[in-house]
Each structure stands twice: as C-alpha cells, then as structure tokens.
C-alpha cells in the first residue's frame, strides 16, 4: 500500500513541478515563490486526505521522498558546485514541512514556519535570487572583495598592436569587463560597457577595457571588427596569454573586474555592480 502510495504522490509531484515551470515559464523568481506556495498546499492537502488511510507521518515522509526523488539532479549538482538552482529546493522542501506543522502544531504556532518560509520566498523574489546567481557566478554576493593584488600580470595587444601591461593602469580606476567572441551573453552586456565608457571617456582617471579572451576559432582582428559591427566604440583588446582569464579566476563570461588607483582589484562580478563601483570610487576622490 505505501509503495503504491509513493508512487501516486510522486507523480502528483511531478505533474505540479512540469505545471508550475510551464506556468512561470521556467523563470526562477516566479517558480520558487509558486513552489513553495502549492506544496504547502498540496502537503496539507495529501495529509489531509490519505491521513486517514495512512498514518500522518509515514504521508510526511512519502511527500518528502517523492519531491526528492525528481530533484536528485539539483541535488548531485550541488554536490558538485552547481548552487543556482539548490535554494528553490531546500525551499520548496521546507514548504511540505510548514504544511505539516501546519497540521500538526496548535494555533497560531502553527503558521510561524509558513510565515517564515513566505518571507525567505519574497526575499528570494526581490533579492535573494539576484545575490545567490551573483555568488555562484562570482564567488561573492555582490561583487566586492576583499583588495587584492592581481593574481596575474596583465599584457593584453590592442588593435595598433601596443602591448597594455599593469603599468598603463598606476593610480586610475580600471574597469576590465572579460568576454570571448562567442559569448552571446557578453553581447547582450555591451550597451551597459558603452555607456559607462561614454560617461568616463573624457577623464584620464578611469581606463576602460573590453579584454577578450582569444580562442582558435577567431580570426585575425575578429575580436575588434565584431566590436564595431556592433555599433560600439569602447576599447578593445586581447590578452597576450590566452589563459590569462582562468588564472585571474574567470569561470564565466562575461566577468567584469574594477581595479582602485592602489592597483587592488576591488569588484569582481558582473557589469552593473562593476559601474556602481567605478562610480563609487571617483566620487571618492
């Protein structure tokens, strides 16, 4: 009886998280919040109903195996440092506990681990998401670090050829925004890039980069005539040393980094905060 009990929970399960993503288009945001709000639902619901076939816990239990089971991916990336996607599950899971309690506390105890939860999940919508991606990007929620030198010399050719090391960058604010031609998501980054780069053009205290990484698959000058294609103007130039990127601990693209006038990379992450940061330090100068 529980095994066939697993199984028609499982499935239930199932067709709720194929519903939820299709209903949120698999955007994370609106998935987690749905999440955790249906499997409340729907743990008070099972219990509620197959509670008294079965014993309350051993439904608890069945609720909690059977979302497992779908998730084991999520999990087994976790595992290998694959965090994204991991706080929507421990979030979802704890939503089948706040129903169980639910049930089982007396009132109004029994509302604190949703209320709780609904707060975790609204936090998560709003920012939670946004720093969490930013971490397992990055390495740090915002971006900002703790100042260090550059674990790399820096050489890069620009398009005349002229070789751009450390030296070009004493006492100026950097900006070195790292992508490859074949990024599309470092495209679609490129008007923040520009603008930036149209702000502070002007003044001498602030180098602006685009820093490619180049791969076989480019050809001569590809780095600086897809640039222009684009209708951007910014600064261009490719890294002398084509693992250059890995060794300044580039794991995704693109990856922006800001240099303060002491040479101390401040911010690592993506643009936005990158500009934030630019901006932060002129103004206290």
Not at 249 to 274: C, E, L, R, S
Request: aromatic letters at 16%.
């Amino acid at each position: 009886m529980k095994f066939k009990l697993l199984v028609k929970i499982a499935i239930l399960s199932f067709l709720l998280l194929t519903i939820i993503a299709m209903v949120s288009n698999a955007n994370i945001l609106y998935n987690s919040v749905i999440r955790f709000v249906v499997f409340f639902y729907f743990t008070i619901y099972c219990i509620k109903i197959l509670g008294k076939q079965e014993d309350e816990w051993s439904v608890f239990l069945i609720l909690v195996i059977s979302y497992c089971l779908p998730q084991t991916v999520t999990v087994y990336g976790y595992i290998l440092g694959n965090l994204w996607s991991f706080p929507m599950f421990l979030l979802s899971l704890f939503s089948i506990v706040s129903g169980f309690i639910y049930l089982k506390w007396k009132s109004p105890l029994n509302i604190l681990p949703f209320l709780l939860g609904a707060f975790l999940a609204t936090f998560m919508f709003f920012q939670g998401w946004d720093y969490w991606i930013h971490k397992d990007l990055y390495g740090t929620f915002t971006g900002r670090t703790n100042n260090y030198n550059p674990p790399a010399k820096f050489e890069a050719f620009n398009e005349k050829k002229d070789l751009i090391t450390e030296t070009d960058f004493n006492n100026k604010i950097v900006l070195l925004d790292f992508w490859y031609t074949g990024c599309g998501v470092c495209f679609q980054k490129f008007p923040q890039l520009q603008s930036v780069y149209e702000r502070y053009k002007q003044d001498s205290s602030v180098v602006i980069l685009a820093v490619d990484r180049p791969v076989e698959e480019d050809k001569p000058n590809e780095a600086f005539e897809v640039i222009k294609e684009e209708g951007h103007n910014f600064p261009v130039v490719i890294t002398k040393d084509a693992d250059l990127a890995e060794k300044w601990g580039v794991k995704g693209y693109p990856t922006t980094f800001v240099i303060n006038p002491n040479g101390q990379i401040v911010y690592k992450g993506d643009i936005a905060g990158a500009v934030r940061m630019v901006d932060e330090l002129k103004s206290a100068k």
